[in-house]
C-alpha cells in the first residue's frame, strides 16, 4: 500500500493551499463528485481555461508555484502540470509531476529555431492517484491551439494516461527520456537540463522579444 500523503500536502511549487488555487478547483468541481470525476474536471479546466505559450519561460523559483499560472491566460505544458497537480491536491486528490525529453511537441515550430533542436527538453505532466494507481495526464494543449494545428485534443478519463498528442505532421509525440516522477517542482533539476542542452539560450539571458521571452 503506498503511503499518499506526500502526494496531498502543498509545496512550494504545488501550494494546494493557496486561496486561489482552492477558489479555482471549487469553481470546477462540487463535493458530490467522485475523486475521478473532479479530476476529470481540472484536467479540462486547466487544459482549455489557459492557453499554451512556450513562448514565454520565467524561470526564477518565484515565478513558477502553481498559483502564479492563475493571474494569466496562458502557460507553457510545467506551468500547466503544476496548476493541475495543485488543485487535483486542494480537493483531496493525491498528485505529483512527471517530465521527459520528448520529439513532435506541437505548437513550437518557431522555439525549435530558436533551441536548435527538434527535441523539448522537460517536458511536463501530471500524475493523478485514482482508483488505486496512477495516471498520467498532459493538460499542455488547449483545444482551440490543437483545432488550429489540425490535431485531436488529449482526452483524459481518469482511467487511461493521457501523453501521446497526434501530431501536426503525423504521428504522435515520441518520449525519448524520462526523468521520473516528484512530489514537488524539481527546480534546480529543470534549470539545470535546460541550461546543459541549450546552452546558447542561457549566454543571451535574460530574453526579451515580441516574440520570445526567457528569463533565469
Given at each position: 500500500m503506498q503511503?499518499?500523503?506526500?502526494?496531498?500536502?502543498?509545496?512550494?511549487?504545488?501550494?494546494?493551499?493557496?486561496?486561489?488555487?482552492?477558489?479555482?478547483?471549487?469553481?470546477?468541481?462540487?463535493?458530490?463528485?467522485?475523486?475521478?470525476?473532479?479530476?476529470?474536471?481540472?484536467?479540462?479546466?486547466?487544459?482549455?481555461?489557459?492557453?499554451?505559450?512556450?513562448?514565454?519561460?520565467?524561470?526564477?523559483?518565484?515565478?513558477?508555484?502553481?498559483?502564479?499560472?492563475?493571474?494569466?491566460?496562458?502557460?507553457?505544458?510545467?506551468?500547466?502540470?503544476?496548476?493541475?497537480?495543485?488543485?487535483?491536491?486542494?480537493?483531496?486528490?493525491?498528485?505529483?509531476?512527471?517530465?521527459?525529453?520528448?520529439?513532435?511537441?506541437?505548437?513550437?515550430?518557431?522555439?525549435?529555431?530558436?533551441?536548435?533542436?527538434?527535441t523539448l527538453v522537460f517536458h511536463g505532466y501530471t500524475e493523478l492517484y485514482l482508483g488505486g494507481k496512477w495516471c498520467k495526464a498532459t493538460p499542455a494543449f488547449n483545444a482551440a491551439l490543437c483545432e488550429k494545428l489540425g490535431v485531436e485534443p488529449l482526452a483524459f478519463d481518469g482511467e487511461n494516461d493521457s501523453i501521446f498528442q497526434s501530431h501536426e505532421g503525423g504521428g504522435f509525440m515520441e518520449y525519448l527520456h524520462d526523468y521520473g516522477n516528484f512530489s514537488d517542482l524539481p527546480h534546480e533539476l529543470f534549470v539545470s537540463e535546460l541550461r546543459k542542452h541549450y546552452p546558447h539560450i542561457f549566454e543571451q539571458i535574460p530574453i526579451h522579444t515580441k516574440d520570445f521571452m526567457f528569463i533565469v
Open positions: 503511503n499518499l500523503e506526500v502526494y496531498l500536502i502543498p509545496t512550494f511549487f504545488i501550494d494546494s493551499d493557496n486561496a486561489e488555487v482552492v477558489a479555482f478547483a471549487q469553481k470546477h468541481t462540487t463535493p458530490t463528485m467522485s475523486e475521478k470525476e473532479r479530476a476529470v474536471a481540472l484536467y479540462y479546466a486547466v487544459r482549455d481555461g489557459f492557453r499554451y505559450d512556450p513562448y514565454k519561460i520565467d524561470l526564477r523559483r518565484e515565478a513558477l508555484p502553481a498559483s502564479r499560472l492563475l493571474g494569466r491566460n496562458a502557460g507553457y505544458c510545467v506551468e500547466k502540470a503544476n496548476l493541475l497537480a495543485a488543485a487535483a491536491r486542494a480537493v483531496g486528490v493525491p498528485s505529483r509531476l512527471g517530465f521527459s525529453i520528448v520529439r513532435n511537441h506541437i505548437g513550437t515550430a518557431k522555439l525549435e529555431q530558436m533551441l536548435r533542436t527538434d
